[in-house]
């Protein structure tokens, strides 16, 4: 039996799905239940690393309690380099179609409900389909990619990102006509791919056994080919197909960091390493924004990159128009929608300025902010603003943590914070109205900020005042 979530109660029985489309694509899903594996003398790559549970090892990589539902997703964040590979699924991917995310992992396509997308998931991980439903998919299985527990022609799209290297090679084909038999006639398949790049690297049959076994045990990657055979494979299944290096000059701050220190695959030259492990939690930011506009820039451009490591790879069995931003439309991204119940913890809501942190669910939902943050939104006249706050500065019972309110310039309300209890915070407006008419700025400003973790292997250095969460207006 497939274990199944979706944003309400568990349910194992498809036709007790609201939704007609849900109901249209999920099978009798005893039918689908995929096929134990026997071990042989011959191991895997997964079990000559140590791994023998691919779900638990995948759930611990990827099932974070990270925030990454639509209605909180910051529309700035389209521009950093972690978000490139999902900007470009979503500017291929049209309004209103319906999307299976392969390999789902921790939802990181839940901002295509902005589009209206019928979105399900699916990942080996039960643990890793529970944390896609809390972020905002319609639909989340637990099943073996090799058995997709969907019914024929069910998806617009199949897509899947940072996979199809974690599918052994023997397996790669079984997934692939699973992706062709639910996918609609005409309809298209897109995935960013990891590629064995044997000039940088050693390929598998290369490698020691220490050396196999370690380079398993980063990431599960167990089936990077070259980007030609990847290709070729998907050419056996799709008759069109087409595929563009990436990642060959913009790459995170962490990633860089990382090749170099946990593959023994220097990037760049080492005093940029150097520079770049000592950057600060807000410089790494804005290293990765700037490398995530010069990714989308190079893309619009239609700059053809050197091969990579990495590709964006698009199929289908009917001609699509173009590779990048066949379905381009951003505007979803931005828009408001009118406030509910005086709700404003949502992006859909109002718009957190650049010194606030994302979302975070707590619980409550909330987002920490740094010393200075502001937050827009437009209403009618209302007579209050409330919202519960809460510091961890861990000193601030001897020195006390100063706060003060302003709303649209003026200031409302100062606090002198003495404890680390959440507390209860009313702000009067006082005026009903503004001078530019219904729109508002609330700001915040804190006299110091903190780090929680400046060193160490749970780092967190980023610097946070308070959280703020419950903003309401009455």
Same mark, same amino acid.
Request: proline share 7%; no cysteine; charged share 30%.
């Given at each position: 039996m497939c274990?199944?979530?979706?944003? %309400?109660?568990?349910? @194992? @029985?498809?036709t007790e799905y609201n939704s007609p489309v849900l109901c249209s694509i999920v099978f009798n899903l005893t039918q689908r239940s995929a096929k134990s594996r026997t071990v042989t003398e011959k191991k895997n790559f997964y079990e000559r690393a140590g791994i023998l549970n691919q779900a638990e090892f995948y759930g611990a990589l990827y099932a974070s309690g990270e925030l990454l539902h639509p209605d909180y997703f910051h529309a700035l964040e389209r521009f950093h380099i972690r978000w490139a590979r999902t900007m470009w699924i979503y500017d291929n991917v049209a309004a209103g179609s319906t999307l299976l995310d392969l390999g789902s992992g921790a939802g990181l396509l839940s901002i295509l409900k902005r589009k209206n997308v019928t979105l399900v998931g699916v990942d080996l991980s039960k643990e890793c389909a529970r944390v896609t439903a809390r972020n905002g998919y319609d639909l989340a299985c637990a099943a073996d990619l090799k058995a997709l527990p969907f019914r024929n022609s069910s998806f617009d799209y199949v897509v899947s990102l940072d996979v199809m290297g974690h599918i052994e090679f023997e397996e790669k084909d079984n997934v692939l006509a699973e992706i =062709?038999?639910?996918l609609k006639p %005409?309809? #298209?398949? /897109?995935? %960013?791919?990891?590629?064995?790049? &044997?000039?940088?690297?050693k390929d598998y049959n290369q490698m020691t056994e220490d050396e196999l076994k370690r380079f398993v045990q980063i990431d599960g990657h167990v089936g990077m080919e070259s980007g030609s055979n990847t290709k070729g494979r998907f050419a056996r299944f799709f008759s069109n197909v087409q595929a563009e290096p990436r990642f060959s000059i913009c790459q995170s701050a962490e990633e860089l960091v990382k090749q170099a220190g946990e593959y023994g695959v220097p990037l760049c030259d080492e005093d940029l390493l150097d520079y770049l492990r000592n950057l600060s939690h807000d410089e790494r930011k804005a290293f990765n924004m700037a490398m995530g506009y010069v990714f989308q820039q190079i893309s619009d451009s239609g700059i053809r990159l050197p091969p990579s490591e990495y590709v964006? /790879?698009?199929?289908?069995?009917?001609p699509f128009d173009r590779f990048y931003q066949e379905q381009v439309d951003r505007s979803a991204l931005q828009r408001r929608v009118p406030i509910e119940s005086g709700d404003l913890n949502k992006t859909i809501a109002a718009t957190f300025d650049g010194g606030w942190y994302p979302a975070e669910d707590f619980p409550p939902i909330g987002r920490w902010m740094g010393r200075r943050a502001k937050l827009k939104f437009t209403s009618k006249p209302f007579a209050k603003l409330c919202l519960r706050l809460v510091t961890h500065i861990p000193d601030v019972h001897r020195n006390p943590l100063h706060v003060e309110f302003f709303l649209n310039g003026?200031? #409302?309300?100062?606090? &002198?914070?003495?404890?680390?209890?959440?507390?209860? #915070?009313?702000l009067s407006n006082s005026a009903q109205s503004s001078s530019s008419g219904d729109n508002y700025e609330l700001e915040i =400003?804190? @006299? =110091? &900020?903190?780090q929680p973790r400046p060193n160490g292997p749970l780092r967190d250095d980023r610097e946070i005042s308070v959280a703020i969460f419950d903003i309401r207006l009455i």
């Open positions: 274990a199944l979530y979706n944003r %309400g109660p568990r349910r @194992d @029985d498809p =062709r038999r639910v %005409g309809g #298209v398949t /897109l995935h %960013g791919i990891e590629i064995m790049n &044997t000039t940088r690297r964006f /790879l698009k199929a289908s069995n009917a003026q200031p #409302v309300e100062s606090l &002198t914070i003495s404890h680390n209890e959440p507390m209860n #915070v009313e =400003r804190t @006299d =110091r &900020t903190w």
